[in-house]
């Protein structure tokens, strides 16, 4: 069923560019900076998690 893939493949794009966002904000050298990735990272992470329930991404169990 491709129409099953599509949420969990936008699910893994959303986590990974919060993925990139924490590691810019571990080596940016303005506090302010890296407080703003930071956040939005963490803003990515919830809203996947509220779209995608958490663990989204692993096989549908029915």
């Known amino acids: ?3 099953d893939s ?3 493949k936008r699910a893994q794009q959303m986590r990974a560019k919060a993925e990139e966002l924490e590691q ?3 080596h940016a050298t303005d506090p302010a900076e890296r407080q703003r990735l930071t956040d939005k990272a963490m ?3 919830e ?3 509220q779209e ?4 989204s ?3 549908d169990p029915m």
């Open 52 to 55: 995608n329930g958490r663990g």
């Open 43 to 45: 803003r990515i992470r």
């Open 24 to 26: 810019a904000a571990q």
């Open 1 to 3: 069923m491709s129409g």
């Open 57 to 59: 991404g692993t096989m």
């Open 47 to 49: 809203k996947t998690e």
């Open 6 to 8: 599509q949420p969990s």
